[in-house]
């Protein structure tokens, strides 16, 4: 029970005659007798609390950084009428810092009888899911002096999914892919892998290219153009290890290969090939195969919504396996991990013989800016320092890369506002030159 008439108690006891050593009963008794009986009453009119009925709907997923509306209906069986103060409690992370206590607590009236629909707005700062807390409930009596409190267990998942912010490069990624194709007046030229149709030589053109049945039939030079194939196999693998949890900016490493991810697979879906997540540190963290074009962006979304970085050395050897099993036939490998050395040269390095022999590895990573401007820093020992710094950790990462090259991985290091279109250029190169 909730003394909410407990200032009007204390004033009332604080009204008693002055200079009395010892009130007697009597006097304490007519100066808040009143008062007591009209708290009594109001309590008694309060509309109980564990009889109310309560059922959700609404938004089961939300974007990062979007809205989600998530309704409770309050249904009132009794025969009195409802006046309380709710409060629909939700993890800390399903707002924005600073808009909980606006967003979560309600006021309603519901009389004997009916129902009434409050609406909790969401706004998470965090990816995964996002479970309902307990309802507490306020009811008031007809003077607001008492009320009766409770709490109900109403439960409700929202899932807060990835943002995809590099959504905005695909359609620029998608003009390319078309001239790949040819779908557009562009030529594309030099070899691919899938015979497209004859046209005219034009100087310049590789002689290879030359189809000289055709030339003879027709009395002039002819030359094969080529497009890419389809129906590739592409595994996007992402470490989950604790190289990235890293943060770079607002968010950890992860969000940002994540976001790369999502639209490598967008594009690469788009060209007609197959693509197959993974998510790994020590074990699988999320898998997601065989799906059809239509559902991989829904299947992908889902599967790294509830990621997390963990805070473990990533066991490469198990990588590895799981990569083999995962793609028995010659694939494009996608590693989204570090580029930091000691992973690298004690980890990934022995073991990539084994898949670069069976397929093409593309590996990406997250390059933090603030590395490039430590760089140009000037004007003060401490500032030499730490362009010192700045400068050694950015060669340690170009050896890092020139080592995976030398064993025929390409290496895409980017910072997280160019990694995503970056890794989807890397795809069109490859993609153009025939090497999937």
């Excluded at 025969?79 to 909980?100: C, H, T, V």
């Excluded at 080592?403 to 290496?411: A, E, K, N, P, T």
Aim: proline residues 7%; contains cysteine; hydrophobic residues 40%.
């Amino acid at each position: 029970m909730a003394l909410t008439g407990r200032a009007a108690l204390v004033a009332a006891l604080g009204a008693l005659p002055v200079g009395l050593h010892e009130p007697s009963w009597w006097g304490i008794l007519a100066v808040n007798g009143p008062l007591a009986l009209a708290c009594a009453v109001d309590y008694a009119l309060a509309a109980p609390v564990r009889t109310l009925r309560f059922s959700r709907s609404g938004d089961t997923s939300v974007r990062l950084g979007e809205s989600a509306d998530v309704h409770l209906t309050v249904t009132n069986p009794g025969g009195r009428a409802l006046r309380a103060r709710i409060r629909d409690a939700w993890p800390p992370s399903s707002w924005l810092p600073g808009a909980e206590a606006a967003a979560s607590r309600h006021a309603l009236t519901v009389p004997a009888g009916e129902r009434r629909r409050l609406t909790t707005h969401l706004r998470p700062s965090r990816r995964g899911d996002r479970r309902a807390d307990r309802v507490t409930v306020r009811s008031y009596g007809p003077l607001g002096l008492m009320a009766r409190q409770g709490n109900h267990v109403v439960p409700w998942t929202v899932r807060v999914l990835p943002p995809f912010t590099s959504r905005k490069h695909l359609p620029s990624r998608l003009a390319r892919l078309r001239e790949l194709d040819g779908r557009t007046s562009v030529l594309t030229r030099g070899e691919g892998t899938e015979f497209d149709s004859l046209r005219d030589y034009v100087p310049g053109d590789d002689t290879r290219s030359i189809d000289w049945r055709a030339t003879a039939r027709q009395n002039k030079v002819a030359v094969r153009t080529w497009r890419p194939e389809r129906d590739r196999h592409i595994l996007i693998c992402l470490d989950t290890g604790r190289t990235s949890a890293g943060r770079v900016g607002d968010a950890p490493r992860l969000d940002s290969t994540m976001d790369a991810a999502l639209l490598l697979a967008a594009l690469a879906t788009r060209a007609g090939d197959r693509v197959d997540l993974l998510a790994h540190d020590r074990r699988t963290r999320a898998q997601v195969q065989g799906r059809p074009p239509g559902d991989i962006l829904p299947a992908f979304v889902n599967a790294m919504a509830p990621l997390e970085p963990e805070l473990v050395e990533t066991d490469s050897r198990s990588l590895v396996s799981t990569i083999l099993r995962s793609a028995p036939r010659r694939s494009l490998v996608v590693l989204l991990t570090s580029l930091d050395a000691a992973p690298i040269e004690e980890g990934l390095l022995p073991l990539l013989p084994s898949l670069t022999q069976r397929h093409t590895v593309l590996l990406a990573s997250v390059a933090d800016p603030h590395i490039a401007e430590m760089t140009t820093a000037r004007g003060s020992v401490d500032a030499v320092y730490e362009a010192a710094a700045g400068t050694q950790t950015r060669a340690q990462r170009r050896r890092t890369a020139d080592q995976l090259s030398r064993h025929g991985v390409h290496v895409v290091d980017a910072t997280p506002d160019t990694l995503a279109p970056a890794l989807a250029d890397a795809y069109l190169s490859l993609k153009a030159a025939g090497r999937l």
